[in-house]
């Protein structure tokens, strides 16, 4: 993935907390260009402290001192927005827009995302500078987000839209043991029912719907082999145990 | 979306930051049950001022001792992990995890989800609690995302589900009879060792992964309440049927 004609930039930042944040957030995503436009209090040890190991992303962070020089070069802006405009914007929610970055960057071009002010935003003159505006839907009971949580989030959809060439991952996927084959299977559910009749908690002459139930059960699960290996050994200790071992 | 039956519980918390920070990532998606398993410092200033307006999430929330109190009634058990395990768990991108939250929600059932300590995350015997482990695909450059971010986007992921219309249905949708709560299924498991001890198939004192294992496979498989009682009902008629019964 070209994350590296990425940049992140925080405009008028008030906490440097939350340039530390970013830094780490960004990191953690694979991004690596930070920049700032005139923060209010930078460097600081709050900001180096929440970067934990994203010190580097911190050391390279460029400080501007207005956003025209922070977008320079950028061939693809976009500019993260709570507010409704007066005048309306392309607006895309942040996977679309995550998916949008992913695609400009993957064809070279220079990328700027602007992250605006914790208490206001982006300017409309900032707004402006921008080819998209992109929207998190947050719920309407608090939709104010933190700012590194923002550049989390947004990272995080760049990032998956990297990923998601590569094919969907089952829940089972990389398992340490081969899955049971149908015939073991067979076996098994054998096994278990005539234990069942050998403890008498199933009464061949009235079976209910318990094999049923038990083999939804197994069968649900998808037993790997080691698994089936260790079911068959209780099956068969218990008829073991049994007071005129019937085996 | 039945965002009541969410619970977000946090375990071992270190930094009441990061209390505050989750408390403002839950309200910003929509969540607001927030649970904490004896957090080292709580309340706290910090945790109120990075709240911001999600005070009301930080009031409410429930103090409790133990993981197990934490997840008393929970159907569908979530953890977030970020280390591999040597045996793995099903395992699902916060993308997929969060449709199944939604999905289950959506049906009523009670969900939990686990955030580990900001140091070592969770305990494999937290992790074996679980149905379902999720993973956030972070950069392998710095894998370790702060604890607020991993809430921010598993929520942001759960309301994105919500949004989404397009309601997957899972496999065990319509299911006939309810699914077992996390305290049955202890009682479940403290029965099985007893009784695997009971006809010598374990060694308590060379247990090697077997309960591991065992747990691993009774978790992924999610039992309904009609199935634990019929392994319950075998294991209790095994021990009866014991030479010497035991019980």
Redesign the interface.
Known sequence: MAADNIKVVLVHTTHPGNIG?VA??M????LSRLVLVEPREYPAPEARW?A???ADVLDAAEVVSSVEEAVAGAQFIVGTSARERRIPWPLQDA?RCGERIHEHAGRGEEIAILFGREDRGLLNNELELCNLHCH????E??????L??AV??LS?EI??AG?SGTQ??G??????TPFARAEDMARFYEHLEQT?V????LDPKAPRQ?MR??KR??N??R?DE??LN?LR??LS??Q????GDKN
């Open positions: 944040g780490r957030a990191k953690n995503m694979g929440r934990a190991s994203a996977r998190i839907p947050s719920h009971s608090y939709p104010s987000l933190n590194a949580m989390q989030i995080y990032r998956m990923l969907a991952q829940e089972d996927a990389d398992w340490d069942l050998d403890i008498e908690f318990l139930r038990l059960l197994y649900r699960v037993l080691m698994e260790i050994g209780i200790e218990t073991k145990r049994l007071p």
